[in-house]
């Protein structure tokens, strides 16, 4: 099974700055099979990227994924109020499909 | 409206069972694969199982094979779960997901407590 470790835990930023976010995983991720979620608190996580770079439907352009491999980055450009919450990366190129343990990002 | 809600949860005690349902609506139901996935309190998300538009495709997280059963109802655009021999681990809420790999739209969850 392919272990994804996101860092930081968790990430204290201000409205307006920019937060970058890791998600490393134990083996290759095959086809660039990794998508990201954003979850804010009593809700369902929500579909940001899929195949590391490509924005889900409705997603805000500054909203951007990278890498391949083992290494990838969900980047977003300018925190906006409703951005606060926590991310989750997802790996699903290989069974079982897996996701990482989350980053907090919380307002400083 | 495009949407997906659980229901079925509530408290059970340990070497219980209960059975989720997940109603569809808004899209074309039997054209999409569906998953369950779990998330203890205060813990991250684990998927728990996928079964194709058909049903001709299952798989199981290696943690509920062999006590937990998915299966579908085109015909009434609802996705189940069946839950046997319940433990205090299966403790959390349960999404049931839409898609192939990544999902797309999620529900909005039902609570599973096992406890004696």
């Known amino acids: 099974e392919i272990v994804l470790t996101q860092s930081p835990g968790t990430l204290s930023l201000s409205p307006g700055e920019r937060a970058t976010l890791s998600c490393r995983a134990s083996q290759s991720v095959s086809s660039s099979y990794l998508a990201w979620y954003q979850q804010k608190p009593g809700q369902a996580p929500r579909l940001l990227i899929y195949g590391a770079s490509s924005r889900a439907t409705g997603i805000p352009d500054r909203f951007s994924g990278s890498g391949s491999g083992t290494d990838f980055t969900l980047t977003i450009s300018r925190l906006e109020p409703e951005d606060f919450a926590v991310y989750y990366c997802q790996q699903y190129g290989s069974s079982p499909e897996t996701f990482g343990q989350g980053t907090k990002v919380e307002i400083k | 409206e495009v949407q997906l809600v659980e229901s079925g949860g509530g408290l059970v005690q340990p070497g219980g069972s209960l059975r989720l349902s997940c109603a569809a609506s808004?899209?074309?139901?039997?054209?999409?694969?569906m998953n369950w996935v779990r998330q203890a309190p205060g813990k991250g998300l684990e998927w728990v199982s996928y079964?194709?538009?058909?049903?001709?495709?299952?798989y199981y997280a290696d943690s509920v094979k062999g006590r937990f059963t998915i299966s579908r109802d085109n015909a009434k655009n609802s996705l189940y779960l069946q839950m046997n021999s319940l433990r205090a681990e299966d403790t959390a809420v349960y999404y049931c997901a839409r898609g192939l790999g990544n999902f797309d739209l999620w529900g909005r969850g039902t609570l599973v407590t096992v406890s004696s």
């Open positions: 079964i194709s538009s058909s049903s001709s495709t299952i």
């Open positions: 808004g899209f074309t139901f039997s054209s999409y694969s």
